[in-house]
């Protein structure tokens, strides 16, 4: 019998370390995307608060129509913000002591633009929704303009406060917003203003805005300009990105705005608010898979090298997660929506439980598209995104005649399952297994991590460097 050779101390203690660090890069994904996605569900269930405070106090056609306003005002600020929130996702990591630029550039972009969109549609809305004249009038044209405009800040603010790793943040900030525009919605009722929601609903946005921007440029982005030095990313490099993220993203907003004016347009004001209702609620889980997904991008910049072995990871946590939320969904719907009232519970719970349903599919269809972002695949970014909404709109437009709500429920779960069946099975190429360590591969955890190509410099580090449009020591990064 052979003796069991010597483990020489220093071995055992950098072996020990290397797992240490390894833990440490590993907790932030998970904690960050659980606060991530906690925000998401926090403003849901106060979103849901808010309109069940807006349907006991305005009728279901006041309700219908106002929904509808701001899912358009959703859409144009999607348009005018250029999907800026997920470049700041993306890139504030790196940015070093220019983050604070970078932030107040997309910021201004998003504003004019989205405000100029907004304008641009109350000058067309006698032409393009008839149903939405209502808006031409001074005050509601006023309130309109500030919803589109400040929702693109709010949404940028998500980004920038993720990409500072300041997910608790983003849920204080969720929880602000919820919680001032139910308030004002009380007042508008107690006041018998017939305009209260839209109203409520910016001045909401305007007091989030102001109370957020002060804490992320006194706090949080000094704290993060100090810590780390970089360079800038260069310039055209964040410009192909926004671009091509741009351009998937539209088409998802659109999407998510398209529907309920298919719906408005063809079924009425009473259907529209129904269906909306349920897609607040079922879409609370799309946007905590996103939610969580940005905590992939963040944690995926900082260690590219652990990609794959974070994005299964979260890829199994979200899909348990999702799945859990979904059953519950499914089986008490019918009394999700008794509080918004009797007809809400008889008309919206088939749809609400093939929304929730559509949900477990679309988890791997998420995260796909987080990986290609870390990546900078924008060929698969932009495809993804564009086909998903493509049939989600082909098939709402085929299946709502002759199914009502059903077939826009329908339509939400089979576009969602078509995409996740085939990314499913090409997982091990875009999502390969960490690879086993050889035995005894523990001892030197530095192994793992020694640059290739004769570099000094390690992987993440080679990666930050390609980031800034800088040459690594092992050249350019391909």
Known sequence: ??????????????????????????????RNGHLLAGSAVLAAVLGAAFWVFATRWYSVETVGRSSAALSVA???????????????????????RHTRWLVLRCYSVSVVVSGLAAVGFLLLVPWISPELGFLRNPVLAGSFIVATAGYSVFVLQDGALTGLRRPGWVLGENALFNVVKAGLLAGCAAFAIGTGILLSWSLGLIVSIVVTNVVLFRRAIPVHQRADTAD??????????????YLGKVVGVTTGTAVPLIVLNQLGAEQTAYYSLAYIIAGTFYVAVASMGGSLVVEGAHHPERLAEHGRRMLRHASLLVAAATTVVVVAAPWLLLPFG???????????????????PNVVLGI???????????????????????????????LLPALGLTGVGLAWLIAACLLAGPLLVDLPRWLPAP???PAGSALRPWRAVRPAHGSGS?????????????????GERP
């Open 74 to 96: 959703g859409l144009l600020s999607g348009l005018g913000r250029f999907n800026l929130g997920d470049v700041l996702v993306r890139f504030v990591p790196v940015a070093g």
């Open 232 to 245: 800038t990313p260069r310039p055209q490099r964040v410009l192909r990105y926004a671009t091509a993220d």
């Open 1 to 30: 019998m052979s003796a069991a050779l010597p483990v020489h101390p220093l071995s055992f203690l950098r072996a020990r370390i290397g797992t240490a660090r390894s833990s440490r890069t590993a907790e932030p994904l998970i």
């Open 342 to 360: 009797a007809a809400y519970s008889a008309h919206g719970t088939t749809v609400l439980r093939l929304m929730a349903l559509s949900a477990v």
């Open 458 to 474: 390690p992987p993440s580090e080679q990666y930050r460097q390609s980031e800034q449009g800088l040459p690594s020591e092992g």
């Open 368 to 398: 796909a598209i987080e990986v290609a972002r870390v990546r900078r695949e924008l060929r698969r970014l932009v495809a993804l995104q564009v086909v998903f909404s493509a049939l989600v709109v082909v098939l709402v437009v085929a």
């Open 435 to 437: 690879r086993r360590r």
